[in-house]
């Protein structure tokens, strides 16, 4: 059941007969919606609580009694055992014209140590949203909604972009499923879904086939099958962007005007988002980062020393023994990574470099054409956790024969964009020519 997840609303009703024109009205829209009824039965396992909610729709009194603080209590109990602590940024709509109870249930989610904090808590009753035939209207909750989510312009932004990720993934599956060869003159339903199986089965492996090439194998079939279908959402993605922005055209001038840049922290989470993975580090791979951490090193491993040689700031000469004392060695997998999938190489081939804190930036020249700088990221696996910057050197490239690179155990990954710029620069800079020239 894992594929169906995916609900966007909660509802949170003690009275079923109250919930299910809710539940009717969001489904007529195609709005996924997950509904509790407010008791201690039938909530989500701990390790399953519900993650992506954007939007909570809460009776506020689950029918348990007490006064405020008992109803808020309750409540909030209930919430925590439902929403993820990773669930993200959403907006709570209240079934309740009592502001003093909205500002109770309010504080109490804000000092919950799991609970996310709500954008917003908007009050609607019931009636107001029912029409003169008694069945309610999702229009009254939006046009109530968008009034205080235009306050919030970058949550709404957030979320058109996760819908066209889904229709962009929705889009992938379907076309998919029309390059299944499925003959139309199957006699009968079970013989037709027979067919759809085994055409649509050759289709995966061909598809997992022409990405893993030579090195597909059982264990990881469903890992390239699911890998070739990235480069296809980000297609859809890219097909769907320009209504997806307009959309949500109304934030631009919004957006243009935000003032103060981002902290140092936030750039380096951002790159380490965008740069560096950190699973499947299992197997040699194009991209794969090795760090030497510790005092026992094998003897081939990068010299902090030999690398800082020219690469630190004239005026800092005096500080290469400190800094190479700070820097951890390292290296990246560069050979390409067809190679890897056709099973040609003959030897792990590496670029040799540096991981230095931030703090020690100052120290080096980032700017000499044989160091090549990555970063800032941020990185939570080393000590201390921080801002580093990784430095690679185009004059020292190591090979390790396939048996001895195999064993090392990677701590991280470039991923593609990263590791096409590593590659091109390594490249420039082993193929420059130099050309004579009088001035």
């Known amino acids: 059941m894992n594929a169906l997840k995916g609900a966007r609303v909660l509802l949170l009703d003690d009275n079923p007969s109250e919930a299910l024109p809710v539940l009717t009205a969001f489904s007529r829209e195609g709005v996924p919606i997950a509904y509790f009824d407010g008791t201690s039965k039938g909530l989500p396992r701990p390790n399953q609580r519900l993650a992506g909610i954007r939007l909570a729709i809460l009776d506020m009194d689950l029918g348990e009694g007490g006064g405020d603080n008992t109803i808020a209590s309750t409540l909030v109990q209930r919430l925590s055992q439902i929403l993820s602590p990773d669930n993200g940024p959403y907006a709570i709509l209240a079934w309740t014209n009592r502001p003093e109870l909205r500002d109770r249930v309010t504080q109490d989610i804000f000092q919950h140590g799991t609970i996310p904090k709500p954008m917003f808590m908007e009050m609607l009753t019931k009636a107001e949203c029912k029409l003169a035939d008694g069945n309610f209207s999702v229009h009254r909750i939006t046009k109530h909604l968008k ?126 988002m965008l740069h560096l993975a950190f699973h499947d580090l299992k197997a040699l791979a194009a991209g794969n980062i090795y760090l030497f951490i510790g005092q026992r090193k094998p003897g081939w491993a990068p010299k902090p020393v030999d690398l800082l040689a020219g690469f630190i700031q004239k005026s800092k000469v005096a500080e290469t023994t400190a800094v190479a004392n700070a820097a951890t060695p390292a290296l990246v997998e560069i050979t390409a990574a067809c190679d890897h999938a056709q099973r040609k190489i003959q030897v792990g081939r590496f670029l040799e470099g540096l991981l230095l804190s931030d703090a020690h930036r100052a120290s080096v020249n980032p700017a000499v054409d044989f160091m090549k700088e990555l970063g800032p990221f941020y990185l939570t696996d080393v000590d201390p956790p921080g801002r580093y910057n990784l430095y690679f050197s185009s004059r020292r490239v190591l090979s390790l024969p396939l048996e001895q690179a195999r064993k090392l155990r990677a701590r991280a990954r470039l991923r593609n964009e990263a590791l096409a710029d590593l590659q091109a620069w390594l490249a420039y800079q082993v193929g420059r020519q130099g050309t004579m020239m009088l001035k």
Request: glycine letters at 4%.
């Open 147 to 272: 009034q205080a989510l235009a306050t919030i312009g970058p949550l709404e932004c957030l979320q058109e972009w996760e819908g066209a990720c889904f229709s962009a993934a929705t889009g992938v599956t379907n076309a998919l499923s029309t390059l299944v060869v499925n003959p139309a003159a199957n006699p009968n339903l079970v013989q037709w879904r027979e067919s759809w199986k085994r055409e649509a089965l050759k289709l995966l492996k061909a598809i997992a086939a022409a990405k893993a090439e030579q090195q597909l194998t059982t264990e990881n079939s469903l890992l390239s099958f699911y890998s070739a279908l990235n480069p296809l959402h980000a297609d859809g993605m890219d097909r769907n962007v320009t209504a997806t922005a307009e959309a949500v055209q109304q934030y631009a001038s919004e957006v243009m005007t935000a003032a103060g840049p981002l902290t140092a922290d936030q750039k380096s989470r951002l790159n380490t």
